[in-house]
């Protein structure tokens, strides 16, 4: 069994910064992947960054690539989404999740573990 719980979340003006962070517990799996996902209200749940078990792959959506960075840090079962140059239509709800997998996904259904989310509000 695996908890995981996002935080960092608030409210930014329009090119500011904040960096999420998703600290998990319980058992963990040594061969796992995990991603970030948004979901504003009305819209469906969004793929965001995933991240191998040693950090050395990640992948993108085009919509964050070149903006957000996914890390991991191992030691302390941590992982962060950094986001720079938010823009209005980044406010959402912000979700980790994990996988038993080794792959980097990018579907919500290949995730077997979720966080409870942490808001996001961007200013314009």
């Known amino acids: 069994q695996v908890q995981l719980v996002e935080s960092g979340g608030g409210l930014v003006q329009a090119g500011g910064s904040l960096r999420l962070s998703c600290v998990a517990s319980g058992r963990t799996f040594s061969n796992n992947a995990m991603g970030w996902f948004r979901q504003a209200p009305g819209r469906e749940r969004e793929f965001l960054a995933a991240i191998n078990w040693s950090g050395s792959n990640k992948y993108y959506a085009d919509s964050v690539k070149g903006r957000f960075t996914i890390s991991r840090d191992r030691p302390k079962n941590t992982m962060t989404l950094q986001m720079n140059s938010l823009k209005p239509e980044d406010m959402a709800v912000y979700y980790c999740?994990?996988?038993?997998?080794?792959?980097?996904?990018?579907?919500?259904?290949?995730?077997?573990?979720w966080g409870q989310g942490t808001q996001v509000t961007v200013s314009s």
């Open positions: 999740a994990a996988t038993t997998s080794g792959l980097l996904r990018t579907r919500a259904g290949d995730y077997n573990y």
